[in-house]
């Protein structure tokens, strides 16, 4: 079975303070994907990775970054943290191959922002 | 730009009455579909997926759905729903002839009552 997993659960930031959160795949997966989820409005997409150091913006990247420096793994960066981050955000993990495009998500990180 | 659409928003139901949840999306281009399911406290996970040949796809749990090119849409059903099916039910659409970006709908909630 895929396993992604993520660092953390629950966080409580501060409001500006620089955040981390990791994802790590066990399933030697070209793409990774970090999104986040909120109530009504689904699960938009903040960056997604194809390889390792590429990176692509998804539909909200701004306050966001993003590292892969291994296959295996995909940060997620909140520069300055602000209360409209806090959210659950979720990484997910897919092949690149035709017909295999199905993303193996992870727990889910609850991010609060105070 | 791209988008998905799932109509209904909360839908509640009986034990044993029959299940259709709209999808459609917005793009002319090769498509692959998904469903996923995100059970209470549980990660997103794959309900089933469409991407080539038959349109009418068979998932787990008794779930199936038909992709209708001429309508863009890839509605799920399940002919009797049971409690356990309860969940928040999630369309989505991957752009295979382009950007291979991901696009997510805004999810359906549905609560069975037993």
């Known amino acids: 079975d895929v396993k992604v997993t993520q660092s953390s659960r629950y966080l409580v930031k501060r409001t500006g303070e620089k955040v981390f959160l990791e994802c790590v795949q066990d399933?030697?997966?070209?793409?990774m994907f970090w999104y986040r989820q909120d109530p009504g409005l689904g699960l938009r997409l903040i960056y997604f990775s194809y390889d390792v150091k590429m990176k692509e913006k998804g539909d909200i990247p701004e306050g966001y970054s993003v590292s892969r420096e291994k296959k295996e793994r995909f940060s997620l960066i909140l520069e300055s943290a602000s209360t409209n981050q806090t959210s659950m955000y979720l990484c997910?993990?897919?092949?690149?191959?035709?017909?295999?495009?199905?993303?193996?998500f992870g727990p889910g990180t609850r991010l609060t922002v105070t | 730009a791209q988008s998905v659409s799932q109509h209904n928003h909360h839908v509640i139901l009986s034990e044993a009455a029959s299940l259709e949840l709209g999808c459609n999306y917005s793009y002319g281009g090769t498509v692959n579909l998904f469903w996923y399911v995100q059970y209470p406290g549980q990660h997103l996970q794959l309900l089933l997926k469409y991407f080539s040949g038959d349109p009418l796809v068979k998932g787990i749990k008794g779930f199936e759905a038909e992709f209708i090119k001429s309508k863009f849409s890839f509605n799920l059903r399940k002919p009797s729903v049971q409690w356990s099916d309860t969940a928040e039910y999630f369309c989505a659409v991957i752009d295979v002839s382009g950007t291979y970006k991901y696009i997510f709908g805004t999810g359906t909630r549905l609560k069975v009552l037993a």
């Open positions: 997910a993990s897919s092949l690149l191959t035709s017909g295999r495009y199905e993303q193996y």
């Open positions: 399933m030697d997966h070209e793409n």
